[in-house]
Structures are given as structure tokens and as C-alpha cells.
């Protein structure tokens, strides 16, 4: 699914009415209806609903939502911020629509504000995604009595004050929504982590939208849904044998953490590989046999680091390296090693991270088109440097991509997939049962099982960490998000596999 920015959203928006002959108000009374059926389905009539309306259509929609809520016998209390001189048109055709049993106090000036108290069911209809300046004056006083109240808050379309698609000025008031109900797409600002507090849970309500427009606008920004990666997935074929699913090679785990090393072998084997070789210090032999007895094992001659590569090293069909690993400097000669000889994919985590991170030369090593890093915030900035901001990492995450031709996963809440073109794919799966440690070291395993499946690159990602994020929420009802942990995300692989593999309804 695309995302689109805002300008994009008033071009669709303009688009739909022209090609379907409906007026603005028409689309706006649409809007306003998904909004207020995901309401209804949430909040009880018995609430008392107020509602702060802005001078432009997302104040009209959130006029006409006032007007369905009376006809649905919701309790409304209507209230219009600011001066009433700019207001939109549809807005002002809606304020006229509205029935006259919901007369709308004025707020102008401080005095006006009213007390919401923290059992308040507020709508909040001050500024969608025509906000073009920071909120200041008395809409600021107004979105700061809501945050102060504790009323539960629901935005329309945007939480006020918060720019749709670029960074929001640090002195604009931005309202803390609890939940924002966004019409067709989800915006770019949603899927950030620093707008947590502000977006609250996000919910996305289709309008009918032109599908010919989303589908031809450029946009270089997506949402991986189920029906995307339903799309991707390969059922295995009736004469298989292991041959056709790649043979995959890691090299993980160091003295202390041949955990890693287990964690992406099962990962992998749980992904679909073929066949997998892992290669680990001579004290994770023991460990590794045991664990994980459908793997084949090497050892390297040093007894607790990785110092060497394997001497079939071409044998293989793709290389993931890095999860328990270690930076001593015969790991750091042998990653050296890898980057600079092999000819196969390979899936850069972790322990690998670093090593290339610390090294422009290596980095300047890295082969063209053959490199996924899944790097976490924190690996990210070694490999980038400091960032400022969520828009910040996101241009790096694109500037990084192309210029190293590479793939990197970010890993995050919604993990953000650059790619060497530039487009960056943000995920839909996952939860916060995720944030343990061990799970890194699942993706790689899956990542690196999907590429030596002979997915794309690309490919690759969007799949695995669509996987790896619904292996984690199906995992929710067994053993909840505190006790969640890396072998739960790989117990519940069969189950994403499965469901992914089912007829999409
Ligand atoms: N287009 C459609 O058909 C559909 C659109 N839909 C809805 O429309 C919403 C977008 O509406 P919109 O474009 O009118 O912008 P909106 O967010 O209401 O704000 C603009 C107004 O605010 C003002 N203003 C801006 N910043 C300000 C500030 N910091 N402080 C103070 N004032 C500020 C600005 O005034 P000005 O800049 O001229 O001073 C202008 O008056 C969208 O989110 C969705 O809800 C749906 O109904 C579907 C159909
Ligand atoms: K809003």
C-alpha cells in the first residue's frame, strides 16, 4: 500500500470528486460517515461528545460527524476555535446543515474554554492535513486544556498540530490523541516512533478514494499489508527436493553468546531453508549439535570467536553473519574477508554491523546489490552517524540505500525497509513483546532462509519481517507481550507461515 503525503491527499481528494461528479460536501459527508461508524462502534450513545471543530473541512467534517452523532442520539457539544472570518466553504455549508438543537459555543479568547473533565469524550476537528504552521494562540490553549484534562481524545483524520509528512516545529501545541481515525491511507507521520504520544492507536476508515489515482501518483513511501506480501509468498512445489531451497551458511555466536547462533539457525531452518551450515567458534560445537541437530556444523580452529571463513565458502547460496559474534580483531579480519571475496547474498547483522560500521574501508567494500543490513536504531547511527529526528533517519535510511546499493531493515516498531532505488516500505506486523533480546537474531535467520529461497532482496525483507512481526503476534495469545521471548517469535513461524500460505479472503 502507498503512502501518501498531504499534498498527494488534497490531489486524490480533488481527483475523486472530479471523476466520480460528486461535490466536495459529498465527499466530505463520506468522510464523515466512516468516521463516525468506527465512533459508534467504539464509544456508547450514552456519552456526551465534544467536539472542537477548525476553521477548515477538517472542522466540516467534524461538523457533519456532530450532525450523524445527534441523528444516532449521542449527547454533542459543539464548539468552533478561532475567528469565524476564514472559514472554509464546506465548512461553512455544513455549519449551516447543522441541526439547531446543537447550537455551538464560540471559543475565541481564554475565557471561553470549557471544562473538560477526565470522563470527557472529545473529538478533536482543529486542523487536518491543511495545517501548514505551527498551532500557536488560542487553538494552542485549546489543545492544551484537552492534553490536560485526561478526556480520551479521538483525532480525525490527524492529531491537530502534527505536520502529516515532515518534521512538526517543537513550538506548535500538538494534541495527545488516544486514537486517530484516518481516512483511506495511514499518513507517514503515524508510522514514527517519536509521534507515539500524539497519534495514539491509528485506525484507518476507507472513503472510496479514486483507486486510479493512489495506484499512478509517485510515491516513494509504502505500507507492507497482508494482501502485499500475500502476493509474494511461493507455495513449495510438488517434486521438491532440499536442493531447491537453497543451502544457507551463518556465521554467528562467540564465546558466551552461541545463543545468537541457535536463535538464526532455528530462525532459518523454521524459514524454509534447504539446507544450512553454521559456523561457530569450537566452543559453540557441542552446543549447536544439540540444539539444533538439522544443522550441519563447522568450527572455527579459534575456540571462542569467529577468526576464519570456511574453506567452501562458494558452496553456498547465501551468508548471514553477525548475531553473537563479537568485534575482536580476527572477526574483524575475517567479516573483511567476506566482504571483499564472496559473490553471494548476504545478511549483515548485529556483531557485523559494527565491524563495518567502524571501517570506511570496508564499507566502501561492500558488493552492489547483495547486502540486506537489519540493523537496529542504535547499529543504525554507527553505520550513518547521529541522527536528529525520525524524518532525519528516514532521509539517511534512503541516502544510505542508494549510495551503498544495499537493503537495510530498521528495525523499530514499524520496521522501516530502505532499498538501493530509494523507496522505503514501513511494516504493518509486530508488538512490543518484540523489544528482547534474541529476536534480531530470528530475523536474520529468516531474512537469510528467504534469500537462499531465491526471493529477491528486496523480496526477502518485506516478507521476513512481515513474518517475523506476525510470528510475534500470534505468539500474544499464548504468551503475552512482558513474557514473550526470541524462541516464542520462533515457535510461532509455522503458524505465520501457514496463515500466510492460506486463500487471502
Ligand atoms: N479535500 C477534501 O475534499 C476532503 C478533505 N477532508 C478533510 O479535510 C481536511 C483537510 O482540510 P483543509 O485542507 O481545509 O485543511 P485543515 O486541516 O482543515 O486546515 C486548514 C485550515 O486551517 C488553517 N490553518 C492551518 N494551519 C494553522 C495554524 N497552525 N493555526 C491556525 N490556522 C491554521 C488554514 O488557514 P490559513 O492557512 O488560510 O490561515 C485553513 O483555514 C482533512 O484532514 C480531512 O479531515 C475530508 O473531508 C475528505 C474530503
Ligand atoms: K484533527
Known amino acids: 500500500m502507498k503512502l501518501l503525503s498531504a499534498e498527494q491527499t488534497r490531489a486524490a481528494d480533488a481527483y475523486t470528486i472530479q471523476g466520480e461528479g460528486i461535490s466536495s460536501t459529498d465527499l466530505m459527508e463520506r468522510a464523515a460517515r466512516a468516521f463516525a461508524g468506527w465512533f459508534e462502534n467504539k464509544f456508547q450513545p450514552s456519552e456526551q461528545v465534544h467536539i472542537f471543530c477548525g476553521p477548515g473541512n477538517n472542522g466540516g467534517d467534524g461538523l457533519v460527524v456532530a450532525r450523524l452523532l445527534h441523528e444516532r442520539t449521542y449527547g454533542v457539544q459543539v464548539y468552533l476555535v478561532g475567528e469565524q472570518d476564514k472559514t472554509s466553504q464546506d465548512f461553512s455549508i455544513n455549519l449551516k446543515r447543522l441541526p439547531e438543537a446543537l447550537q455551538p459555543k464560540h471559543i475565541a479568547k481564554s475565557a471561553d474554554l470549557p471544562a473538560l473533565v477526565k ?27 484537552m492534553n490536560e484534562s485526561g478526556a480520551t481524545i479521538t483525532s480525525l483524520d490527524m492529531p491537530s498540530g502534527l505536520y502529516t509528512d515532515s518534521q512538526t516545529p517543537e513550538e506548535g ?71 531447491l531451497y537453497g543451502h544457507a551458511l551463518l556465521l554467528c555466536g562467540g564465546y558466551g553468546k552461541i545463543g545468537a547462533a541457535v536463535l538464526a539457525a532455528r530462525a532459518c531452518l523454521r524459514s524454509g531453508a534447504g539446507l544450512l551450515t553454521v559456523q561457530v567458534p569450537q566452543a559453540g560445537y557441542t552446543v549447536l549439535q544439540t540444539a539444533v541437530p538439522e544443522a550441519m556444523t563447522l568450527t572455527d580452529k579459534h575456540r571462542k570467536h569467529l577468526s576464519a571463513l570456511p574453506s567452501n565458502i562458494d558452496t553456498f547460496d547465501v551468508i548471514g553473519v553477525g548475531p553473537g559474534l563479537g568485534t575482536e580483531r580476527v572477526t574483524k579480519t575475517a ?35 547483495k547486502v540486506i543490513f537489519t540493523p537496529h536504531p542504535k547499529e543504525f547511527e554507527r553505520l550513518v552517524g547521529k541522527v536528529k529526528n525520525d524524518y532525519d533517519r528516514l532521509q539517511h535510511l534512503r541516502e544510505f540505500c542508494t549510495e551503498y546499493q544495499c537493503y537495510v531493515t530498521l528495525k523499530g516498531s514499524h520496521t522501516a525497509i530502505g532499498t538501493p532505488e530509494g523507496k522505503v516500505y514501513f511494516n504493518s506486523t509486530g508488538n512490543s513483546g518484540l523489544a528482547t533480546g534474541g529476536t534480531g537474531d530470528v530475523l536474520t535467520g529468516v531474512i537469510t532462509a528467504l534469500v537462499g529461497q531465491q526471493y529477491s532482496l528486496e523480496e526477502a525483507c518485506l516478507l521476513g519481517v512481515y513474518i517475523h512481526g506476525l510470528a510475534a503476534d500470534l505468539a500474544l495469545s499464548t504468551v503475552g507481550s512482558i513474557a514473550m521471548t526470541a524462541s516464542d517469535v520462533i515457535d510461532h513461524l509455522p503458524k505465520a507461515f501457514m496463515h500466510l500460505n492460506q486463500p487471502m479472503p
Not at 140 to 145: L, S
Not at 206 to 233: M, N, R
Not at 348 to 353: F, K, N, T
Not at 360 to 368: F, R, S, W, Y
Open 335 to 369: 567479516v573483511g574477508q567476506l566482504l571483499a571475496t564472496v559473490s553471494q547474498p548476504l545478511v549483515i547483522d548485529a556483531d557485523a554491523i559494527n565491524i563495518v560500521a567502524s571501517s570506511d574501508k570496508l564499507k566502501a567494500q561492500l558488493p552492489k546489490g
Open 119 to 145: 470522563s470527557s469524550c472529545v473529538i478533536d476537528a482543529l486542523f487536518g492535513t491543511g495545517l501548514n504552521r505551527p498551532v500557536t494562540g488560542i487553538f494552542a490553549q485549546v489543545i492544551n486544556m
Open 173 to 243: 501545541a500538538i494534541v495527545q490523541a488516544n486514537h486517530t481515525v484516518s481516512f483511506e491511507l495511514p499518513k507517514l507521520a503515524f508510522l514514527l516512533p517519536q509521534h507515539e504520544q500524539f497519534v495514539g492507536d491509528w485506525h484507518v476508515v476507507p472513503i472510496g478514494l479514486s483507486q486510479q489515482f493512489i495506484s499512478e501518483v509517485a510515491s516513494d513511501l509504502y505500507f507492507t499489508t497482508q494482501q502485499d506480501v500475500h502476493q509474494l509468498i511461493r507455495p513449495r512445489k510438488k517434486f521438491s527436493h532440499k536442493g
